[in-house]
Structure formats: C-alpha cells, structure tokens
C-alpha cells in the first residue's frame, strides 16, 4: 500500500470538511452551569456549560458541596457506563460530574469554523477547560479507554488540577512517533478499525454504520459481557452527534501521522511524546476479559511514580470495566482518593 499517496488523500479528506483554525486555545470566563432540556436515564436532566469551544453537555450525582469526581467515557460509548458507578460515589458524598466528550451526545462546538480535532491533547485540554467554567480547582479522574487516555494526559500535565486518577488500561499516553513503528500481526490485528478509519471508504462506512459497528466494537472489546439491546441503544444514541464521526477519523488519522494536529496543541505534545510520569495517587485496571487493544500492565507500572496501585478485576469483565463491573471501578475512585 502506498502511504504517502493515502496520508495525502487522508488529510485532504479531513481539510475539505474544515478548514484549520488559527484561534488561540483559551478558557473562555467561568460560565455558571444551567439545566438544560435533554433527557438522560438514569440520570435525569443533562446540564450545560459553555467552555473555550464547546457546549458540554453532562450529568451530575451527589451533593453540591462533596468532593469532586469527573468521571470520563471512552469511543464507541458514553456517559451511561458510569449510570451505576455515579451513585455509588454518591452515597459517599462524592459530587460526581460525567460530560459527554466532544463529538458524543448533546456536547456541541460553539463555532461551526472550529476544526473537528480529535487528537489527544485537544480532548484532554476540554477536561481542562470544563473544569475552569465549572470553577473546580481539583477532582478525582477516572476513566477507560479514551477517556483513561485523557485522564492520564490531565494527570501528567495538569497534576496540580488532579486529586487522584483512576485509570482502566494504565498508562495510554502515545505520540505520533511511537505510532509510526510496526506491531507484532496478532497486536496490528486488533487495530483494523484504525487502518480502516484511514481510508475513505472507511470514513464512509463509518458513517453510513455506525451504530452496527460500534455493536461490533462492544462485542469484541467484551466478549463475555452479555448487554441487552435497550442497554447499548441508551449508549448509542450519542453517536448521532453531528460531529462524531468526524472527531473519530481525525483521531485515527491523527495517530497514524496521517493528519496534523492544530498548533496550539503541538506544545503539549511535545510533552506527551517524552511520556512524562504520572506523580498523582493512582489505581490502574484491567478487566481479565478485555479484548481490546491494551498494554500490559508490567509494561507501564514504572511510569507512576507517586501512590500506586494495580488491580486486575476478575468474572469476564471486559473493555468497559464500569458498565460490566461498577462496584469494582467505584471502590478503586474511593481508594485512590485515599492512597
């Protein structure tokens, strides 16, 4: 296959649907919070709040005044795989806030000029910003897949703004570079939705099937988690965002250096591609039945350096350890805030 004639066409795939903006990242002023209209079971009304470029759509749990927990969804799901962990937290006086990343639910971008950038350091930047609008100084994180990615990239920049961190998978923190050395067949096996996200046809067979195939995603990633229909229709009715399809390409892509990330992003990875340590408290996790592409947890320890600890959760729990096993992930945020 030639590479260079496909990152061509990738890229010009991606700039013909939006132009590279050249606005400055900055927090927009503190916004107050306001219920809005859309529904969540279990979580009942959705609030809003107006951060540098999104309108951030997310659920909270708890008492106004407890601690902060931000908990983070992953690609292809959404908020609901915290609908039992939120109130478990609850109960022990945690305020727990879940936003629904941008490109998922009712989450929507302030300007339509905004590139729809799904590179790392952008999504864990809106964690950043979502907590200067709510005014929160510090929370506790938690998070799988690509919001474990995030958490840990807000851990390893950001650690004056993180209590502890909760991390499904360990440690996800990736570079282009890193991106671009070949794996072992049965390791690039698993990441054929990532080759196939690199092509057009693969742009349009995501749009044209996404929820068929994030239905495939759930079932491979956990492969013993027997979910119902009205389970994953919950989830993934946040696929509909008008953006998700392309936040999703352009993260892919981006992985793959087959797009370029917007420059006021290119500061912050240059720190991620040195893998910075993580100083926070930390549990990492790891369901014995995931399926999904993941490190071992060997592999990574050494990159915590403060407080840590690994768990390796038992009973075919799979790729979405909070919706399969929530007592687990909750009792892992109470323990790390207590490391």
Do not use: C
Request: proline residues 6%.
């Amino acid at each position: 296959m030639n590479w260079n004639k496909l990152a061509t066409a990738g890229l010009f795939a991606i700039l013909n649907v939006a132009a590279f903006s050249t606005v400055a990242h900055a927090a927009a002023e503190p916004a107050a919070a306001s219920v809005g209209t859309v529904k969540a079971d279990p979580f009942g009304a959705l609030k809003h709040v107006k951060t540098g470029l999104l309108d951030v759509a997310y659920a909270e749990v708890g008492p106004a005044d407890g601690p902060v927990v931000i908990l983070l969804h992953g690609w292809p799901y959404d908020i609901h795989s915290y609908s039992e962990v939120a109130p478990l937290l609850a109960a022990k006086g945690y305020r727990v806030l879940i936003p629904y990343a941008r490109g998922y639910g009712d989450t929507h971008f302030l300007s339509d000029k905004t590139v729809r950038n799904g590179q790392p350091a952008a999504l864990a930047s809106d964690v950043i910003d979502f907590m200067d609008a709510l005014k929160i100084k510090k929370a506790v994180l938690g998070g799988y897949d690509w919001g474990a990615r995030s958490a840990d990239i807000v851990a390893a920049l950001w650690p004056e703004r993180v209590e502890a961190l909760v991390a499904v998978s360990g440690y996800l923190i990736g570079n282009q570079a890193a991106g671009k050395n070949p794996l072992p067949p049965k390791a690039e096996l698993q990441w054929w939705y990532q080759f196939y996200f690199a092509t057009d046809r693969g742009e349009a067979g995501y749009e044209k099937n996404r929820h068929d195939f994030a239905k495939l995603i759930w079932q491979t990633a956990s492969p013993k988690w027997t979910f119902d229909d009205a389970t994953f229709d919950r989830s993934a009715a946040a696929l509909d965002n008008p953006d998700h399809v392309a936040i999703t390409i352009f993260n892919y892509r981006w992985r793959l250096g087959i797009v370029q990330g917007e420059p006021q992003y290119e500061a912050l990875e240059q720190r991620l591609a040195k893998a910075p340590s993580i100083t926070v408290p930390t549990i990492t996790m790891e369901g014995d039945a995931n399926g999904a592409p993941h490190p071992a947890a060997e592999d990574y320890a050494k990159r915590f350096t403060g407080k840590y600890e690994y768990r390796l959760i038992n009973g075919g729990i799979g790729h979405n350890l909070p919706q399969e096993d929530p007592k687990a992930f909750a009792q892992a945020v109470i323990d790390a805030d207590h490391l």
